[in-house]
């Protein structure tokens, strides 16, 4: 015969797991990307691009 206490118990367990797990639900804030355009990263693609259409050697070392 089935219990009636299943539907009870299922839900204190639910009840149970989500208070204890209640802290790790908030993701860790990502941090503040520095003010300004990113002009490295920009100039080593422009440098990767022009190495690419002089040398491929060049555009190896460029990159690297």
Do not use: F, I
Request: aromatic content about 2%; charged content about 25%; overall charge positive.
């Amino acid at each position: 015969m089935h219990s009636l206490n299943q539907p009870v118990l299922a839900q204190a367990r639910a009840n149970h797991l989500h208070v204890r797990h209640a802290g790790r639900a908030v993701p860790p804030r990502r941090p503040e990307r520095p003010p300004g355009p990113p002009l490295r990263a920009r100039a080593a693609y422009a440098a990767g691009r022009l190495a690419r259409r002089l040398d491929s050697e060049m555009a190896r070392r460029a990159v690297v």
